[in-house]
């Protein structure tokens, strides 16, 4: 049986071979665009998916008692972190807010590491010797905080290294000016995982979460019943309560020298 169709008018169908204007101009928008999509789609296998960027948090932070009334700093910390499993290195951005109402003069802030968290590197930093460290901690900086606008921030880098196999904790004191009065501390604060990823290409580690080396991926893990979430009390001359040892912070090198 022969096949059956509707015959259309004669003067409806273009002629065999010509294209009509606007299906010309289709094709030129539809070739870039596929090409622009083709490029990307290789750029992402190549590099992986782009992740957003990670909120920023105070968790663990808290003012000093002896803090200026019109000195409103604090600091935060990113909501998660990632470790490449090859090296265990990582980074992690510090930020110093202004969160007053006038111009800052120019303060310190100074990071600590602890346990298995060790810091490489501190972007326009200075590295702090052993016997300026707090206690406990593995490594430490301090870095001049600029005179921050209201509002302001300043954004600093860290480099660290992270051994899974402990967990880590960091802890960011700002002190006012060149001085010892603290201002502002956040932790020391956790970053860890309940889902280890030993066969990932990373580990993925949030913040205020404690680190559970033993848990089976993909499995809970129990509870922690650490010193990681207990509160720290604060005191002016930057001391810090943590499991009950008092820990000072580094003083700088010339008030070691005149005292």
């Known amino acids: 049986m022969a096949h059956r169709y509707h015959r259309a008018d004669r003067n409806s169908v273009p002629k065999r071979g010509r294209v009509s204007n606007s299906a010309r101009r289709r094709a030129l928008w539809f070739v870039p665009g596929v090409a622009l999509a ?3 789609g290789v750029l992402a296998l190549q590099t992986g998916s782009v992740a957003a960027p990670q909120p920023h948090s105070d968790e663990g932070g808290k003012r000093g008692p002896d803090a200026p009334a019109g ?3 604090s600091t935060e ?3 998660g972190i990632s470790v490449d499993n090859a090296t265990g290195h990582t980074a992690v951005e510090a930020r110093v807010h202004n969160r007053g109402k006038a111009r800052t003069t120019g303060d310190t802030l100074s990071v600590f590491a602890f346990d298995g968290l060790r810091l490489r590197g501190v972007d326009g ?3 702090l010797p052993k016997d300026q460290l707090a206690e406990g901690s593995n490594s430490g900086y301090r870095c001049a905080v600029d005179a ?4 302001g921030v ?3 880098g860290v480099r660290a290294s992270y051994d899974l196999s402990k967990g ?3 802890c960011l004191v700002v002190t006012q000016g060149t001085g010892d009065t603290l201002v502002w501390q956040q932790g020391p604060v956790a970053f860890g995982t309940e889902n280890p990823q030993p066969n990932a290409p990373r580990t993925p580690l949030l913040l205020g979460t404690a680190h559970q080396p033993d848990a089976k991926p993909g499995r809970p893990a129990l509870a922690d019943t650490g010193s990681y979430t207990r509160p720290l ?3 002016s001359g930057a001391l810090v309560l943590m499991g009950g040892a008092a820990v000072h912070t580094a003083r700088r090198p010339r008030e070691a020298r005149a005292g």
């Open 148 to 151: 921050l606008d209201a509002g």
């Open 168 to 170: 880590g904790r960091i």
């Open 233 to 235: 009390a604060l005191f």
């Open 38 to 40: 083709a490029a990307a």
């Open 71 to 73: 000195l409103h700093l």
């Open 154 to 156: 300043q954004r600093v």
């Open 77 to 79: 910390l990113p909501a």
């Open 125 to 127: 930093c200075e590295k």
